[in-house]
T-cell receptor
Framework: GAGVSQSPRYKVTKRGQDVALRCDPISGHVSLYWYRQALGQGPEFLTYFNYEAQQDKSGLPNDRFSAERPEGSISTLTIQRTEQRDSAMYRC?????????????FGEGSRLTVL | GENVEQHPSTLSVQEGDSAVIKCTYSDSASNYFPWYKQELGKGPQLIIDIRSNVGEKKDQRIAVTLNKTAKHFSLHITETQPEDSAVYFCAARGDSWGKLQFGAGTQVVVTP
């Protein structure tokens, strides 16, 4: 499809397990962003990439969270040793260029539930 | 870091009336203020944005105003229609250009 694709759409896991969430941005988009959205709240910034370089990871809550985009296209957000507080909607977005302003195109998200 | 507050949290309007959502931000260096609309089960979608060198911007039935001195900006929707029902988020970009700080959202309900 033409939009940002995220998988899995739904993930239920047990506390302590590792999870990997995948994002396939719009073709040709330079910048890729990860946000987390709790129910009834606005998206919360986690990290972003320009091409394969991680530019800002200040929003990652702790060292259990990591993200990579090795070839400047698909990105993976990994959460190790999941905890119940990690339950949320994880949203990926991309934008077409490394510019000062501009629209973020969001995917439909991956809903993570940690039991 | 940047902090964005958004009011009201819910807004119910009659079809045809206007809706206004207000946001304040904390970082005087912020220079970009987008508004996103999120429909149920979907990701947020940009509806309008404004840069700090502009005081007002309009696109058909929606408009955004920015007061840099007071550090607040507002979304105005005129002649509301049922399809305007959604959650609206304001956002601001502060110290990191790739990082948007979102408000908590406003649930807008337009009743026929």
């Amino acid at each position: 499809g033409a939009g940002v694709s995220q998988s899995p759409r739904y993930k239920v896991t047990k506390r302590g397990q590792d999870v990997a969430l995948r994002c396939d941005p719009i073709s040709g988009h330079v910048s890729l962003y990860w946000y987390r959205q709790a129910l009834g709240q606005g998206p919360e910034f986690l990290t972003y990439f320009n091409y394969e370089a991680q530019q800002d990871k200040s929003g990652l809550p702790n060292d259990r969270f990591s993200a990579e985009r090795p070839e400047g296209s698909i990105s993976t957000l990994t959460i190790q040793r999941t905890e119940q507080r990690d339950s949320a909607m994880y949203r990926c977005a991309s934008s077409p260029r490394s510019s000062n302003t501009g629209e973020l195109f969001f995917g439909e998200g991956s809903r993570l539930t940690v039991l | 870091g940047e902090n964005v507050e958004q009011h009201p949290s819910t807004l119910s309007v009659q079809e045809g009336d206007s809706a206004v959502i207000k946001c304040t931000y904390s970082d005087s260096a912020s220079n970009y203020f987008p508004w996103y609309k999120q429909e149920l089960g979907k990701g947020p979608q940009l509806i309008i944005d404004i840069r700090s060198n502009v005081g007002e911007k309009k696109d058909q039935r929606i408009a955004v105003t920015l007061n840099k001195t007071a550090k607040h900006f507002s979304l105005h929707i005129t002649e509301t229609q049922p399809e305007d029902s959604a959650v609206y988020f304001c956002a601001a970009r502060g110290d990191s250009w790739g990082k948007l700080q979102f408000g908590a959202g406003t649930q807008v309900v337009v009743t026929p």
